[in-house]
């Protein structure tokens, strides 16, 4: 049965992939598996019937046969256990890859949301000159580590695995700050996940959605 996922009509980021269903098109595109978008205005993401989907009115959500889903990164792992493509197949190598979605999603994406908001969302504050230096360095606190833990590599631990896919999402979310080009494996790195094919599948299917060639 093919997977349906939710995406919002319109991307608030304009189609640039930064939007969560981003994460799950791309972990689908990876393993080959087909799949349909359900999409949901913005208004409809409060209704009963999404509610039902999400119960924090958000996107994305993924039904696969009578399985629903929510969280992105709850999905992409379900889909990286289903299907081969994105988990080492030596338990080892495949725990360390799931630990490395953690480290993303709990890790490095909580201080690169609060930057986000810190940017768009605070900077008429009075107090956003004093803050936005201090937020920026709690990114940095991040970055250093994983930097040095990449180092030359391609990827975090080998082959590209799950955990590639949500770190590279999650950082992709710095580029318009410049914070990423201060780390220039980190920016080498990012580049690669969006130069595979399976990315660039899932970005130009979301960017279509906007209306942008």
Not at 29 to 41: H, N, T
Not at 177 to 201: H, K, M, T
Request: aromatic share 6%; charged share 25%; proline share 6%.
């Amino acid at each position: 049965m093919t997977v349906t996922i939710t995406a919002f009509d319109r991307s608030p980021d304009g189609g640039k992939g930064l939007a969560r269903d981003m994460r799950v098109r791309w972990a689908l595109e990876e393993v080959g598996q087909a799949y349909e978008v359900r999409l949901v205005s913005t208004p409809a993401l409060k209704e009963a019937a999404h509610l039902a989907r999400h119960p924090f009115g958000q996107i994305p959500t993924c039904a696969d046969g009578d399985l629903a889903l929510f969280e992105s990164g709850a999905i992409v792992l379900h889909l990286a256990e289903r299907h081969a493509g994105l988990l080492p197949g030596e338990p080892r190598a495949r725990a360390r890859a799931i630990c490395w979605l953690f480290a993303a999603l709990n890790t490095v994406e909580p201080p690169v949301l609060e930057l986000s908001a810190a940017r768009l969302l605070e900077r008429d504050r009075p107090w956003s000159a004093e803050r936005l230096p201090l937020v920026e360095e709690r990114v940095r606190g991040r970055l250093r580590p994983l930097s040095a833990r990449l180092g030359g590599a391609d990827w975090l631990d080998g082959a590209f695995s799950v955990g590639d896919l949500m770190m590279v999402s999650v950082l992709l979310r710095l580029r318009a700050s410049g914070l990423l080009d201060e780390f220039r494996n980190l920016a080498a790195y990012v580049a690669r996940g969006e130069a595979r094919p399976a990315y660039q599948r899932a970005f130009a299917a979301q960017r279509a959605v906007n209306g942008r060639s």
